[in-house]
Nanobody, 127 residues
Framework: QVQLMESGGGSVQPGGSLRLSCAAA????????MAWFRQIPGKEREGVAS???????TYADSEKGRFTISRDNAKNTLYLQMNNLKPEDPGTYFC?????????????????????WGQGIQVTVSA
């Protein structure tokens, strides 16, 4: 059974940092594409960043320069380092994965492109 488990969320002040982790388990083949999404209540889930198994990354424009996605293939773990957090960054952050890379670059924010999702973890930014 495939599982994605996020950790590392919490509450920080504006300008602070958080590092999210996503541990993947149960995959019988390589996980070609992994990504982070964010959802705010009342809004659609939006892509934050993605990374394929070759290490190629794609970011949403608003996160470029502040967020860094990385993965440890040996540990089957995806990370999201979030720096200089802003009041517009809070939400529920979801880890997503798929064995294909069809949507891993220019279409990385395509929700339907990922077969597997974590349960989400909360990030709050407040003074």
């Amino acid at each position: 059974q495939v599982q994605l488990m996020e950790s590392g969320g919490g509450s920080v002040q504006p300008g602070g940092s958080l590092r999210l982790s996503c541990a993947a388990a149960g995959f019988t083949s390589s996980v070609s594409c992994m990504a982070w999404f964010r959802q705010i209540p009342g809004k659609e889930r939006e892509g934050v960043a993605s990374m394929d198994s070759n290490g190629d990354t794609t970011y949403a424009d608003s996160e470029k320069g502040r967020f860094t996605i990385s993965r440890d293939n040996a540990k089957n773990t995806l990370y999201l380092q979030m720096n200089n957090l802003k009041p517009e960054d809070p939400g529920t952050y979801f880890c997503a994965a798929d064995e294909a890379t069809t949507y891993c670059d220019s279409g990385f924010d395509t929700i339907g492109g990922y077969a597997y999702w974590g349960q989400g973890i909360q990030v709050t930014v407040s003074a």
